[in-house]
């Protein structure tokens, strides 16, 4: 099995990639309730900031920062994965190896995770959270997309609802090997 390395740096500031297994896959949006509860209930357990998040129907970005003296993200994860998928109706299709370890056929079983460095990189990973739904196709402009903390944002005054992310650098994220 490989030992995979994360970077824990305590009370930092992480971007994550999170995907379903089934990447044509519409889960996330059908059920955004039950997603959100979920992440409603394991903050309160497990406090965390959201700072960015968008909710693509098949993956799904963030930012988040942790509490000073805690780099527990994994741990919140699958606290999260694992409450959403109590949440939903058994109808995915699962491998004799899920069935044999007991998970249901939802998640891919890592993540992607980037520690963010700087302001800038801070501000990279924000533009390109909120502009994810329209590089997918998924919406025509940032604002058209109802799963994200864009809207948030605009009302704090951190975007202007016409922000198109026209002028975004060429930010390539990764996503988790299978």
Do not use: C
Not at 1 to 27: A, D, H, Q, W
Not at 59 to 84: E, V
Not at 95 to 101: E, G
Not at 121 to 136: E, L
């Amino acid at each position: 099995m490989p030992n995979y390395r994360r970077n824990r740096i305590p009370g930092g500031t992480y971007f994550f990639t999170v995907n379903l297994l089934e990447r044509k896959s519409s889960l996330l949006i059908e059920h955004i309730a039950e997603l959100r509860e979920a992440v409603r209930v394991i903050r309160e357990k497990q406090p965390f900031h959201i700072d960015a998040w968008v909710v693509l129907p098949d993956h799904m970005h963030a930012i988040w920062t942790l509490p000073a003296g805690d780099d527990q993200y994994s741990n919140r994860w699958r606290a999260i994965k694992k409450a959403f998928s109590k949440a939903i109706p058994k109808t995915e299709y699962r491998s004799a190896i899920r069935i044999k370890r007991h998970e249901r056929g939802i998640w891919q079983r890592r993540f992607w995770e980037h520690t963010i460095i700087d302001d800038a990189d801070y501000v990279a990973h924000m533009d390109y959270i909120h502009y994810n739904p329209v590089k997918h196709g998924w919406a025509v402009t940032v604002k058209d997309w109802p799963y994200s903390s864009f809207h948030r944002l605009v009302k704090m005054d951190i975007y202007p609802l016409n922000w198109a992310g026209l002028d975004l650098p060429l930010l390539e994220v990764g996503e988790p090997e299978n």
